[in-house]
DNA sequence: CTAGTAAACGATAATTATTATCGTTCGTCA
DNA sequence: TGACGAACGATAATAATTATCGTTTACTAG
């Protein structure tokens, strides 16, 4: 199936060579869907619509192309999710230094990393009980290792 | 089984007081365990080294007295991963506040959060991306609800 | 406009992470 | 010490994600 000749499929086709993909269908779908979807699906919520364009379209591509639009920067991890749940014995107030390619997590003092956050009014009633920062990042081992 | 009557079972079984728990001998060890482990283990990791211990523990009984651990405060979540992964199109610099009931995610902006973040070096020669504030507590519509 | 080729796709099995169920055992308190 | 609710262990079930593999598609050279 040949891609349509539309306004929307030129600049796709635009963004696909600025990331080095491939142009295809589902791409293109998967991209237009998430330009109607401002929160922060999971990839189940995004299959659910793109299926309504392309109903034979498998979960495995939408995940597939997920993983390949956030690592071509194309979209965003919301959640530095860490495949599984983390915990720590409650200590001192310290943050974490997160690596986006192997999700290595490090302790970072509030003083190390030169941020001020200031407990203050937040929009909508929100309680606040504590601010939690990543600093994400290419950690040094990574670094060595990644040349691709 | 009953608990020795060392002075770390004391102190235990003071911790579990002062958060509501009833002291067993298995979130003794759990709590022991967690003791001597800096990082941010994941469950499956704090089950092989509670296993050592008490070797018919079951995982089950490890996940839900790390869930009652982070609900009373004895453990911190590291990663508030939201169950599954979530995505956003890349847009403006913004970020989020994450509900820790409901786990709701809502965009937030900077200047809204009072934050500074400089963007210095860092320890141990770690390259950042960025950096993803969370702000986490209580949203509006959790705080009328919970009534526990 | 073909044909060759690597990349991408769809179906589905497999794996991983987590939660639910339920019969048995333990901890608390009278 | 005995009653009773809470917690435990075994294990089934569910949810999320990844791997496999045969088929189809997109890109490019001719
Ligand atoms: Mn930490
Ligand atoms: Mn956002
Ligand atoms: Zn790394
Ligand atoms: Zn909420």
Chains 1, 2 share one sequence.
Not at 65 to 72: C, G, K, Q, S, T
Not at 78 to 98: C, D
Not at 102 to 127: S, Y
Request: proline fraction near 4%; glycine fraction near 6%.
């Amino acid at each position: 199936m040949y891609l349509s000749s539309s306004v929307e499929t030129r600049s796709f086709r635009e963004l696909c060579a600025d990331h080095g993909l491939t142009a295809t269908h589902q791409r293109q779908v998967l991209y237009e869907v998430m330009q109607t979807m401002p929160g922060h699906p999971s990839p189940e919520e995004v299959y659910a619509r793109v299926k309504k364009r392309i109903p034979a379209i498998s979960l495995a591509t939408v995940y597939k192309n997920i993983h390949l639009f956030v690592e071509r920067g194309v979209l965003k991890e919301v959640s530095m999710h860490h495949g599984s749940l983390r915990v720590e014995l409650n200590s001192h107030l310290h943050h974490h230094m997160v690596c986006s390619h192997c999700k290595a997590i490090t302790d970072i003092e509030e003083k190390d990393l030169g941020v001020l956050p200031a407990l203050q009014r937040l929009p909508g009633g929100f309680q606040v009980e504590r601010y939690a920062i990543d600093v994400i990042g290419i950690c040094a081992a990574c670094q060595k290792t990644k040349r691709s």
